[in-house]
């Protein structure tokens, strides 16, 4: 019997409000993981251009100096 079979089999025996939750669930899967395909297949300067400023709320600070005793 393959997963699917399996995952078919106990679905059925789930009440309704699990149901529900399992259906959430597996959109929320299926959306990320359509969205990472469509990322992996996407020309890189598309996906510069999706992504330019994304961490703009959020700057990269370096705290300390990249190496021991530089005053950077």
Known sequence: MTNYE??????NR????EKV???E???SV??????TEAYRHMPWE????LTY???????????????PGSRD
């Open 6 to 11: 399996d995952a078919i089999q106990l679905t």
């Open 14 to 17: 789930l009440t309704l409000t």
């Open 21 to 23: 939750l399992l259906l």
């Open 25 to 27: 669930h597996l959109s």
């Open 30 to 35: 299926l959306r990320h993981d359509i969205e």
């Open 46 to 49: 598309q996906f510069i251009d």
């Open 53 to 67: 400023g994304s961490l703009s709320d959020d700057p990269i600070e370096r705290n300390q100096p990249l190496y």
